[in-house]
């Protein structure tokens, strides 16, 4: 629809034993990345700090966040929205990882698993691969 701007969001690139951390959100059929929405006025860190301490009950850390890269890809699940901007970030945690209120659960993919991912984070899987985290 014209005039539709994007998702914009910001996702954490956490990979682990070879292997990315996805999220199924309640309701949903596909997997994402841990993150999500800015609320007004945050940056990237602010967001994706305050999104991963919901869904994961993590804190990550701010000396080691990074930006990984920007992909755009067709939004999924999205009815207002037909593309979703997100910032990929990477940074170490504190804590263990546990599923909260906002999420089912949490799994780690290999890149063969790549088809459960929503298109946006397919692309990220692809990004972390091509930035060498992923082999």
């Known amino acids: ?5 994007d998702l914009d969001v910001v996702a954490w690139v956490q990979v682990t034993d ?4 996805a999220v199924r ?9 841990p993150g999500g929405k800015r609320e ?3 940056d990237d860190w602010s967001a994706l700090s305050r999104e991963v301490r919901e869904e994961l009950d993590l804190e990550l ?3 080691s966040f990074r930006e990984l890269g920007v992909i755009r890809a067709p939004a999924h699940d999205q009815p207002d929205f037909a593309q979703v901007t997100m910032v990929c970030c990477t940074a170490g945690y504190r804590g263990e990882v546990t599923a909260s209120a906002e999420v089912d659960e949490f799994v780690y993919l290999a890149p063969d698993d790549r088809d459960l991912l929503a298109p946006a984070a397919r692309s990220a899987l ?3 691969r091509a930035r060498g985290l992923l082999t």
């Open 1 to 5: 629809m014209a005039g539709m701007t």
């Open 18 to 21: 070879g292997k990315l951390l």
């Open 25 to 33: 959100a309640r309701g949903r059929d596909l997997l994402y990345l």
């Open 40 to 42: 007004p006025g945050e």
């Open 61 to 63: 850390d701010a000396a």
């Open 126 to 128: 692809d990004l972390a």
